[in-house]
């Protein structure tokens, strides 16, 4: 690259963020690998990689974490990956109020703070990229996901939407729509399983029960998985390409469901994801 492109990473405690700043970092960019938690920052900082706290629960954080990097490139980003999430489980009639509100916070409403506040910066440029890691589950469904769910499908309209509104303006828009990765998404979901869900009063206790079971395994827990990289490669191809795609599919589950989603009828599709879930426990 003649000039160092700079990129913002949200989430590189573990996982996608982890490796993909890594990879970009040794392909040349300028990498911001930010992470929520301090500990996180110090040793992503010993790793060689510039970071810094960014909480996406929190706007105070955001902003912060926005104005130290701009002050840092003079002004200029090219590229946001909207990487952080985590996973809320837990049936929909399990779901408390402020349960679905903090999943919330951080999947949805701080990621489009953390984009709103980079949109005016990429204008002013003339260019920039921003993709956000999405999921197989923006596009489909899975019982006892509905908060993770509705977080993803909820990405999938605001990316869409923003990529009709920024037509023109030299800032394309992708998401990234991975199916199983190995990285701590299972473990970190289980911390907030415990944290969030009774069992003991809930009706599919006898569900959970199986569900508790694959998110503590240590090995893959479903066919397919794949490691970061692959989706390493996608976020490369919508950061180079001079034509990068809407939509970036990664694992066979993505590209299967993606394709029976379109092909099947509601309640047909409600009959596969139905096999598909008790399989898992
Ligand atoms: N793994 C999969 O199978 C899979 C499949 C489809 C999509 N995805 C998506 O891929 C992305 C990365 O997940 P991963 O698989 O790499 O899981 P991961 O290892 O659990 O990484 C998730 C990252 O998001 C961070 N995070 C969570 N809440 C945050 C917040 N409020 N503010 C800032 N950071 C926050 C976590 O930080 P802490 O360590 O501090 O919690 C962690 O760094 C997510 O968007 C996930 O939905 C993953």
Same mark, same amino acid.
């Given at each position: 690259? !003649?000039?160092? %492109?700079?990129?913002? =990473?949200?989430?590189?405690?573990?996982?996608?963020?982890?490796?993909?700043?890594?990879?970009?970092?040794?392909?040349?960019?300028?990498?911001?690998?930010?992470?929520?938690?301090?500990?996180?920052?110090?040793?992503?900082?010993?790793?060689?990689?510039?970071?810094?706290?960014?909480?996406?629960?929190?706007?105070?954080?955001?902003?912060?974490?926005?104005? $130290? =990097?701009?002050?840092? $490139?003079?002004?200029?980003? /090219?590229?946001?990956?909207?990487?952080?999430? /985590?996973?809320?489980?837990?049936?929909?009639?399990?779901?408390? +109020?402020?349960?679905?509100?903090?999943?919330?916070?951080?999947?949805?409403?701080? $990621?489009?703070?953390?984009?709103?506040?980079? @949109?005016?910066?990429?204008?002013?440029?003339? /260019?920039?990229? =921003?993709? /956000?890691?999405?999921?197989?589950?923006? =596009?489909? #469904?899975?019982?006892?996901?509905?908060?993770?769910?509705? #977080?993803? &499908?909820?990405?999938?309209?605001?990316?869409?939407?923003? +990529?009709?509104?920024? &037509?023109? !303006?030299?800032?394309?828009?992708?998401? @990234?729509?991975?199916? *199983?990765?190995? !990285?701590?998404?299972?473990?970190?979901?289980?911390?907030?399983?415990?944290?969030?869900?009774?069992?003991?009063? #809930?009706?599919?206790? !006898?569900? &959970?029960?199986?569900?508790?079971?694959?998110?503590?395994?240590?090995? *893959?827990?479903?066919?397919?998985?794949?490691?970061?990289?692959?989706?390493? %490669?996608?976020?490369?191809?919508?950061?180079?390409?001079?034509?990068?795609?809407?939509?970036?599919?990664? $694992?066979? *589950?993505?590209?299967?469901?993606?394709?029976?989603?379109?092909?099947? *009828?509601?309640?047909?599709?409600?009959?596969?994801?139905?096999?598909? #879930?008790?399989?898992?426990?």
């Amino acid at each position: 690259m !003649s000039k160092q %492109k700079s990129i913002l =990473i949200t989430g590189c405690s573990s996982g996608i963020g982890l490796c993909c700043a890594h990879e970009l970092k040794q392909r040349g960019y300028r990498v911001f690998a930010t992470a929520r938690k301090a500990e996180d920052v110090v040793r992503l900082q010993e790793q060689g990689l510039e970071s810094l706290q960014l909480d996406l629960a929190s706007s105070e954080s955001i902003h912060q974490a926005v104005d $130290t =990097i701009l002050e840092l $490139t003079q002004g200029q980003l /090219y590229a946001l990956f909207n990487n952080a999430a /985590y996973g809320q489980p837990g049936a929909v009639e399990d779901l408390q +109020r402020h349960v679905l509100k903090e999943q919330f916070e951080s999947n949805v409403f701080g $990621t489009q703070e953390l984009t709103n506040r980079i @949109i005016p910066v990429m204008r002013q440029q003339g /260019y920039g990229r =921003i993709i /956000y890691n999405g999921s197989v589950l923006g =596009i489909i #469904s899975l019982p006892f996901r509905g908060a993770y769910n509705a #977080s993803k &499908y909820a990405l999938e309209g605001l990316a869409d939407t923003l +990529r009709l509104e920024l &037509y023109g !303006s030299g800032i394309e828009v992708s998401i @990234i729509e991975p199916g *199983p990765i190995t !990285s701590a998404f299972r473990k970190n979901a289980f911390v907030k399983y415990q944290e969030n869900i009774n069992k003991e009063s #809930s009706f599919f206790k !006898s569900s &959970y029960e199986g569900m508790e079971a694959r998110l503590q395994k240590k090995e *893959p827990a479903v066919p397919f998985t794949l490691p970061p990289e692959a989706v390493y %490669k996608k976020l490369e191809h919508a950061l180079e390409s001079a034509h990068p795609r809407a939509h970036y599919y990664v $694992t066979f *589950p993505t590209h299967l469901f993606g394709t029976l989603k379109r092909l099947l *009828p509601a309640k047909g599709l409600d009959w596969v994801l139905r096999k598909v #879930s008790k399989e898992e426990n």
